[in-house]
Antibody, heavy 120, light 115 residues
Framework: EVQLLESGGGLVQPGGSLRLSCAAS????????MSWVRQAPGKGLEWVSA????????YYADSVKGRFTISRDTSKNTLYLQLNSLRAEDTAVYYC?????????????WGQGTTVTVSS | QPVLTQPTSLSASPGASARFTCTLR?????????IYWYQQKPGSPPRYLLR?????????GSGVPSRFSGSKDASTNAGLLLISGLQSEDEADYFC?????????FGGGTKLTVL
């Protein structure tokens, strides 16, 4: 069974940093692109970032470009999202999600999410 | 104008059908893109329903009933999600998405009420 388990969320002050992790299991992690998607309270879904299966290619939403960094560690089957220079508007549940097929960025399986709250 | 536009809400009766639209911005041809559909219930992560590019290139999500189906309407430049035989458990938010210009873009979502 494919499983994604996020961790690392919490309360952080504006301007602070966090690193989110997503532990993947049940599939060949190195063969699939991965994404982070967030959802602010009471709002819709907002794609944040994606990374290719090899990790060579990364993509970001304009709202986080230059502040967030996506990465992956194949040896640990883990996806990461480094969040820097956090703002109140970054407050959201952050989901990691798996590409639906090798080389594809559209997502199918989602994790349960981890909550990031940016507040003083 | 947003890349993807969805109606805010939709209401339908149990047993009836519900038709969701996801309209692509003018200049973005629906025929070129795979449309992804997700269902989200309160307090839960989104669930992948299906993806649709054409009748020969579509995929149902794991465990998703066949009463959920996708299509396109070229005349309105829209992706469509159809749910037949509505059940109370179908009440949820529904989001569409496309991979566009190296970003994964979501529509604003449609809230389905089954009454």
């Amino acid at each position: 069974e494919v499983q994604l388990l996020e961790s690392g969320g919490g309360l952080v002050q504006p301007g602070g940093s966090l690193r989110l992790s997503c532990a993947a299991s049940g599939f060949t992690f190195s063969s699939y692109a991965m994404s982070w998607v967030r959802q602010a309270p009471g709002k819709g879904l907002e794609w944040v970032s994606a990374i290719s299966d090899s990790g060579d290619n990364t993509y970001y939403a304009d709202s986080v470009k230059g502040r967030f960094t996506i990465s992956r560690d194949t040896s640990k089957n883990t996806l990461y999202l480094q969040l820097n220079s956090l703002r109140a508007e970054d407050t959201a549940v952050y989901y990691c999600a798996k590409g639906w097929n090798q080389g594809k960025y559209g997502v199918d399986v989602w994790g349960q999410g981890t909550t990031v709250t940016v507040s003083s | 104008q947003p890349v993807l536009t969805q109606p805010t809400s939709l209401s339908a009766s149990p047993g009836a059908s519900a038709r969701f639209t996801c309209t692509l911005r003018s200049g973005i041809n629906v025929g070129t893109y795979t449309i992804y559909w997700y269902q989200q219930k309160p307090g839960s992560p989104p669930r992948y329903l299906l993806r649709y590019k054409s009748d020969s290139d579509e995929q149902q999500g794991s465990g998703v009933p066949s009463r959920f189906s996708g299509s396109k309407d070229a005349s309105t430049n829209a992706g469509l999600l159809l749910i037949s035989g509505l059940q109370s458990e179908d009440e949820a938010d529904y989001f569409c998405a496309i991979w566009y210009s190296s970003t994964f873009v979501f529509g604003g979502g449609t809230k389905l009420t089954v009454l």
